[in-house]
T-cell receptor, first 116, second 109 residues
């Protein structure tokens, strides 16, 4: 596809359940970012992947959060034992080479996660 | 902590220029200033970025002060579809573009 694709677009889950969110970056983009956006707030950095380098996980809020990326393709963000405070829009972005160059990020439309 | 300061909200009349200010007084010499916007229920969209010189593209103009401590995003002829949250960002480190709360711009007919 032409843009960053995220699925599902909406996810409703019960407290305590695990969820997996998927991001398909733009083909050829080596850098991939995950952000969280709570209602009415700005974006909160979660994790960054750059090619085959070790990911920057410094933004993950707890050990219930993890993310994987295989090569330069799909990434999944997993939240274990979800809590109501995890309810937010989870946004994925990709860029051609990564943050070491002055390039722009391309964002997906996000996954709206609601934890009941 | 956010490295930029923006007004919480602004209004603009349709067809007029929208001037959105941003303060980044602690910007370092090699940090770029980026602007993104987020229309309701969508992911952020890149607008423009610059280092020292003023920049213009099909969407907007970016005016950066000579000391680089502040900048202004200009939408020359605002339309209703420009209503969005506008984020001013300086590249914080190699891995993280920090998005603050931004400015909520409302374009009114």
């Amino acid at each position: 596809g032409a843009g960053v694709s995220q699925s599902p677009s909406n996810k409703v889950t019960e407290k305590g359940k695990d969820v997996e969110l998927r991001c398909d970056p733009i083909s050829g983009h080596t850098a991939l970012y995950w952000y969280r956006q709570r209602l009415g707030q700005g974006l909160e950095f979660l994790i960054y992947f750059q090619g085959n380098s070790a990911p920057d996980k410094s933004g993950l809020p707890s050990d219930r959060f993890s993310a994987e990326r295989t090569g330069e393709s799909v990434s999944t963000l997993t939240i274990q034992r979800t809590q109501q405070e995890d309810s937010a829009v989870y946004l994925c972005a990709s860029s051609p080479q990564g943050a070491r160059t002055n390039e722009k990020l391309f964002f997906g439309s996000g996954t709206q996660l609601s934890v009941l | 902590d956010a490295k930029t300061t923006q007004p919480t909200s602004m209004d603009c009349a349709e067809g007029r220029a929208a001037n959105l200010p941003c303060n980044h007084s602690t910007i370092s010499g090699n940090e770029y200033v980026y602007w993104y916007r987020q229309i309701h229920s969508q992911g952020p969209q890149y607008i423009i970025h610059g280092l020292k010189n003023n920049e213009t593209n099909e969407m907007a103009s970016l005016i950066i002060t000579e000391d680089r401590k502040s900048s202004t995003l200009i939408l020359p002829h605002a339309t209703l579809r420009d209503t969005a949250v506008y984020y001013c960002i300086v590249r914080y480190n190699n891995n993280d573009m920090r998005f603050g709360a931004g400015t909520r711009l409302t374009v009114k007919p």
